[in-house]
């Protein structure tokens, strides 16, 4: 959240960050969002059934003229109305190079598999947890002396510069679904990632 605050500090950025909700009065992210002048709202979810967190939720976000969400450690899954009501206007980060590791402790999952690359994606959300349109994905390599900790921290790194390029995109409409697929219109990748990266000498 705080990276999303700080890029659409930059006037070309193509999004205001309008409000930050949380369900958590504690949250840290409502201080953040304060101290940088953007209005928040709390709704709580302790209490309530889902259906009225989320009309609730929903009330709020109208209120103050919302046309997208960008999920940021919101730890709840949104029923299929919600999501449905914001089809193709809310977007997720998840800290694994989606479709593997959906879920939780995805650092540690990816150590214990052995895989070379690990990662963060942006995606759309739909009803099916971790399972939206990719929008966005970067990879670090998974180091042999890696911890849980190590490897989060690399994977943070980049979660904080993906996260706003990709709201960018979105709210600039250069985003499209063709097929259940997010079609992006932004410059296309060339090159390639291969793990493990070559030695000095040139051999791997």
Same mark, same amino acid.
């Given at each position: 959240m705080a990276a999303l605050?700080? /890029? +659409? !500090?930059? =006037?070309a950025y193509p999004a205001d960050i309008a409000l930050v909700l949380s369900n958590k009065p504690d949250a840290a992210g409502l201080a953040t969002a304060a101290a940088a002048g953007v209005a928040t709202a709390t709704v709580a979810s302790r209490g309530r059934d889902r259906a009225g967190f989320e009309a609730a939720m929903q009330a709020v976000l109208e209120a103050h003229g $919302? &046309? $997208?969400? /960008?999920l940021a450690g919101f730890m709840r899954v949104l029923t299929p109305g919600f999501v449905a009501a914001w089809e193709g206007r809310m977007i997720n980060i998840h800290p694994s190079l989606l479709p593997c590791f959906p879920g939780l402790d995805t650092h540690a999952r990816a150590l214990e598999a052995g895989v070379r690359l690990h990662g963060c994606t942006v995606h759309l959300v739909t009803p099916g947890v971790d399972e939206g349109p990719i929008l966005a994905? !970067? /990879? #670090? =390599? #998974? %180091? =042999? *002396? *890696?911890? &849980? +900790? %190590?490897? @989060? !921290?690399?994977?943070? /790194? &980049?979660e904080h510069r993906l996260y706003p390029a990709a709201l960018a995109w979105l709210a600039a409409g250069r985003v499209r679904l063709e097929? @259940? %697929? +997010? $079609?992006? *219109?932004a410059p296309a990748a060339t090159g390639s990632l291969v793990n493990p990266l070559a030695t000095a000498s040139g051999a791997g």
């Open positions: 605050l700080a /890029a +659409a !500090a930059d =006037p $919302i &046309e $997208i969400v /960008a994905q !970067a /990879a #670090v =390599p #998974v %180091r =042999p *002396d *890696d911890t &849980e +900790a %190590r490897l @989060g !921290a690399r994977v943070l /790194a &980049e097929g @259940g %697929r +997010a $079609i992006v *219109d």
